[in-house]
């Protein structure tokens, strides 16, 4: 099994922290190198340009892969299919024009000229709304070219609109929201170990942000302390071994920024021995 992730830029720390926090450890990966075995030895990692992922899966070189949905829409490949947003990598396209100029609508550019990286994604935005302006592709400095009248507008990636308002450019609507997925051939997508990485990731996802917490307390206090707790469905009630039966152990769930009230909640109710721990994967 060939999963293809990003050998360098934003996106490739991320992706290579969430495959070793899932189990998959790489065990000869290196910079420059061009794939790497993992702890399992039926995955195997290549390392490609972001941009080169959906043509490594849909091409078969690669079994699933790892990319932006920005890039999938970009690269328009047939037979891949989205198993998972791993919600990273948020950004957004959209299209912009000079906050000075006359064009403020996506119907004012009929007839002009808009700049971009993504040719594909943007032809196919202004054909949902009918129209059909000169689409110029550019391989960079896209906020430039209104500028030197080169485009009109521009459609281009951000995630605050910081770049754009210092090139004095102003957002006229939303192209596409993007954030980085898991990815398979349609040919392989139910198959066990694809299931099996698809789980794997999704159990890190369902960690993220979640602390358990372990108490004892004692049984007349049960239903108190139980009504305080913010647990996903509940908590789990355990008989403390040597206990005497007049204490129980309580263990729960919670959001992490439940946490600090959550612990001055049950230590009111009557829970004592307070733990609480991070929580490495949760398979839900």
């Known amino acids: 099994m060939r ?14 922290d969430l495959l070793e926090r899932a189990g998959l450890h790489l065990e000869n990966g290196a910079a420059r190198k061009l794939y790497a075995d ?13 941009a080169d992922i959906p043509e490594y ?3 078969g070189a690669a079994d ?6 920005d890039q999938m829409r970009e690269a328009n490949v047939e037979s ?18 000079p906050e000075d100029g006359d064009i403020d609508t996506v119907d004012a550019l009929e007839g002009k000229t808009v700049a971009t990286e993504f040719p594909n994604v943007t032809r196919a935005f202004f054909a949902e709304h009918g129209l059909s302006p000169t689409i110029v592709e550019v391989t960079g400095a896209t906020e430039l070219t209104p500028h030197v009248e080169m485009a009109d507008a521009i459609v281009d990636i951000t995630s605050t609109g910081t770049t754009l308002k210092m090139n004095r450019l102003a957002i006229i609507e939303e192209v596409l929201a993007s954030s980085v997925r898991l990815f398979a051939h349609e040919d392989v997508r139910e198959e066990p170990k694809v299931q099996e990485i698809k789980t794997a990731l999704s159990s890190v996802l ?14 007349d206090r049960l239903e108190d302390v139980r009504d305080v707790i913010p647990g996903m469905g509940g908590p789990t009630i355990m008989d403390i071994a040597n206990g005497g039966g007049e204490k129980v152990a309580v263990h729960a769930v919670v959001d992490e920024r439940d946490v600090f009230e959550t612990i001055t909640e049950v230590k009111t109710a009557g829970a004592s021995d307070i ?4 929580i490495e994967r949760l398979v839900e």
């Open 3 to 16: 999963i293809a992730v990003p050998n360098k830029g934003r996106l490739h720390d991320p992706t290579i």
């Open 38 to 50: 993992t702890v399992d030895p039926e995955v195997t990692i290549l390392f490609a340009r972001a």
């Open 57 to 59: 899966i849909a091409d």
């Open 64 to 69: 699933i892969g790892i990319t932006g949905l």
């Open 80 to 97: 891949v299919d989205e198993l998972l947003d791993l919600a990273f990598g948020r950004c957004r396209l959209v299209l912009a024009a």
């Open 206 to 219: 369902a960690a993220d942000g979640k602390r358990y917490l372990m108490m004892n307390v004692p049984r």
């Open 275 to 278: 733990l609480v721990t991070e």
